[in-house]
């Protein structure tokens, strides 16, 4: 049996005219068909459930809270009968009618069969220039890191068999965007690849989700494959976060001192002022920008957020007390005072990064 995942995000002008297509083309095939919809704000899961109401062999998930289409097709995967699992963009850009070359393949090699846009016979359709730059760069970057090799490896359609899906499974990182490429990257070499050419249509109705945050994820994505085990994506995250804190730490600085020194040389309890509004300021702005990428996983709202603030606040108060230490130390013993201001922020990144971690950000 064929289990078809279609993922959805505000796709409801699209589902009615792709669902009879596919039952047309699989009629022959014992089929069923699993929309996963990250409750659409366009109702795409109700217009689905319509649809899925008078067809027995449609199902709807209907995820609420929740974003993201790695995370959906592997929801669709463990719901599925099928022993053959296919996933397919419900935007109309993939070819239908290539549906059952896939499953033929799978049913008689086993592994994976992808629809691929860069193979003889296949490709982009209408793509710009620079879209399919950036799409041939990626491709080469993932490439590097797969352990089986396709040519097409972050295409969004293929075929996989039940057996090889639930074997790799449990390694899986359900936060991208190209759970093709999670499984290539993680399958066992010798896992039987075809793939068969389609040339990639333009969206019916609708708008792409592949925004820029998408694509940075993806970066993340490949960061994280390659020296996560190592150095974890969050601290490098929290570094480069720390080191825009520290941007905002001077400039907040320097703003605040000219206020505190009303155009006389800065005294030393000025400079501790200053110091201390700085600081602050630079603790708003991290844990802002802390809870919407280092941590967007365990993102942090409403009075959530605020305990959580508070937390951060205790959490950095002792890298705070670190950086005030460090910067009147060493601005007391004649050290320049912006060098001792960028010491004494950096010597509280550190301690930071560990207290968030253990106390505004557990689950993350
Ligand atoms: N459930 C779910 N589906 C999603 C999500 N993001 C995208 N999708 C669906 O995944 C499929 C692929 O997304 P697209 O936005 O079409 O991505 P794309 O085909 O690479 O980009 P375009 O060529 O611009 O359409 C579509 O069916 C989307 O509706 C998501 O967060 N959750
Ligand atoms: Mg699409």
Request: aromatic letters at 10%.
């Amino acid at each position: 049996m064929l289990s078809l995942i279609l993922p959805t995000y505000n796709e409801a002008e699209n589902i009615p005219d792709l669902l009879p297509k596919i039952r047309s083309v699989l009629k022959g095939i014992p089929h069923e068909v699993i929309i996963v919809d990250d409750d659409s704000p366009d109702g795409t899961w109700r217009i689905a459930q319509q649809i899925a109401h008078d067809l027995g062999d449609v199902h709807v998930i209907r995820r609420i809270g929740r974003r993201g289409l790695s995370s959906a097709v592997i929801e669709g995967f463990l719901s599925a009968k099928g022993d053959v699992l296919a996933v397919m963009d419900a935007d109309g850009q993939h070819d239908v009618a290539l549906l059952t070359t896939l499953h033929a393949a799978v049913a008689e090699h086993g592994g994976i069969a992808i629809g691929s846009r860069y193979v003889s016979g296949g490709s982009v359709g209408e793509w710009d220039e620079r879209r399919y730059m950036l799409s041939r760069i990626a491709t080469r970057m993932a490439l590097a890191l797969c352990a089986v090799k396709a040519k097409d490896p972050m295409s969004g359609f293929f075929a996989v068999d039940r057996t090889s899906f639930e074997e790799v499974l449990p390694r899986l990182n359900p936060k991208g965007f190209k759970i093709l490429l999670d499984l290539l990257v993680h399958m066992p070499k010798t896992t039987p690849v075809t793939e068969s050419p389609f040339i990639f249509a333009t969206r019916r109705h609708g708008e792409s989700k592949l925004s820029r945050r998408v694509q940075l994820e993806f970066l993340e994505y490949l960061y994280d494959v390659s020296f996560g085990n190592w150095i974890p994506l969050t601290f490098v995250k929290y570094c480069i976060v720390g080191g825009f804190g520290v941007g905002v730490h001077l400039t907040s600085y320097k703003l605040l001192s000219i206020f505190f020194a009303h155009g006389l040389p800065l005294t030393e309890t000025g400079f501790s002022l200053a110091l201390l509004g700085a600081i602050e300021t630079a603790i708003i702005f991290n844990f802002w920008l802390n809870n919407l990428w280092t941590f967007a996983h365990a993102k942090l709202q409403g009075m959530g957020m605020v305990k959580g603030f508070l937390k951060y606040n205790l959490a950095c108060g002792f890298g705070a007390l670190a950086n005030y230490a460090v910067s009147t130390y060493l601005y007391s013993y004649g050290l320049g005072e912006i060098t001792s201001v960028i010491v004494g922020a950096c010597a509280g990144i550190v301690w930071n990064y560990t207290m968030s971690r253990a106390f505004a950000w557990k689950n993350a």
